[in-house]
């Protein structure tokens, strides 16, 4: 006879029902300790942490992003300079004012030896109304629009350089919607560059004006535009910069000038122009050498004279 098999013991249900409430207990007696104790070592360590640190919290930031403060009222903001070294040594005694024959050390254009932060800047006594220098300069208008139309034209026709020494072919540009005479526009600034006192002194250079391939650029356009064109450089659309082989000139200046240059807004359009086609020539920026002294032209003269007397050339003694 085949013994009966007995089966495995059985619990009450009540056995395991208490069990399982021992289990939840447990489980939820060991979590409430975990979130105790990381309360307590969170609260511990925002007491010790530095304020910086509560400062920043909630704002991101992107690392290699950098924004440029936005002056008050009136206040200026440091723009950096190049070095004596950038600017390839001096004459051996040149006048004060006056740019050295050296030629550049590196030809490295404003805008990618420098990064600029346009500081606020006075125009100088606002314009109401056009007189003969300013037509003689391209204005139609003393209006001066923030923004355009943002599509630059090239000003029809040439004209032959009119010296000796290497050809410089040079392109005028000026945004569509400006009331600008192209013309005369294009004819001030190639007489400014074609003058003795210019870069072409001596037979160094000349300049002559193409519709086509060209050397450099001289291009007035917007505030706007003009902002647009020189970044990363930020202008505001206050200052001219350049960028390459493009002399880029704001049209607020273009009509406006600066305090310091006054009513005599040509000596400051000759100095714009000679101080932009510097950087495309490779020229860097100089500081003033002493109070009373001439400026040299690549002096940041738009942004103040700082005891320097305004002088619209490289070399005023011709």
Not at 151 to 173: K, N
Not at 214 to 233: I, K, Q, Y
Request: overall charge positive; some cysteine; hydrophobic content about 40%.
């Amino acid at each position: 006879m085949i013994p009966a098999v007995r089966s495995a013991p059985t619990f009450p249900s009540r056995r395991r029902d208490g069990w399982r409430r021992a289990g939840t207990t447990a489980a939820t007696l060991v979590a409430a300790t975990l979130v105790t104790a990381a309360l307590v070592i969170a609260a511990a360590w925002g007491v010790a942490r530095p304020q910086g640190a509560v400062a920043d919290a909630g704002r991101r930031v992107t690392v290699g992003t950098s924004v440029p403060p936005s002056p008050a009222p009136g206040e200026r903001l440091v723009e950096a300079v190049a070095t004596a070294a950038d600017h390839g040594g001096a004459d051996s005694s040149p006048e004060v004012g006056e740019h050295s024959d050296t030629p550049p050390a590196k030809p490295t254009p404003v805008s990618e030896a420098e990064a600029v932060d346009a500081p606020t800047v006075a125009a100088g006594a606002l314009a109401t109304s056009l007189d003969a220098a300013d037509q003689a300069a391209g204005l139609r208008s003393v209006v001066v629009p923030q923004r355009g139309s943002g599509r630059l034209v090239v000003v029809p026709g040439g004209a032959a350089a009119p010296g000796q020494g290497r050809v410089q072919r040079v392109r005028v540009e000026v945004e569509s919607s400006l009331d600008v005479d192209g013309r005369a526009f294009a004819d001030f600034a190639l007489a400014t560059v074609n003058d003795p006192h210019s870069w072409g002194r001596g037979g160094r250079m000349t300049f002559a004006r193409t519709a086509g391939a060209a050397d450099l650029r001289v291009v007035l356009a917007t505030p706007e535009t003009s902002a647009r064109m020189c970044r990363p450089l930020v202008t505001r659309g206050t200052v001219s910069c350049a960028r390459g082989n493009a002399a880029i000139l704001t049209y607020y200046r273009w009509v406006q000038g600066t305090t310091d240059y006054g009513a005599d807004r040509t000596g400051y359009r000759r100095y714009l122009v000679n101080h932009e086609v510097g950087h495309t020539l490779g020229h860097h920026h100089e500081s003033c050498p002493g109070q009373g002294k001439r400026a040299p032209v690549m002096m940041q003269q738009t942004m103040g004279l700082e005891g320097c007397t305004k002088n619209s050339w490289p070399y005023p003694r011709g």
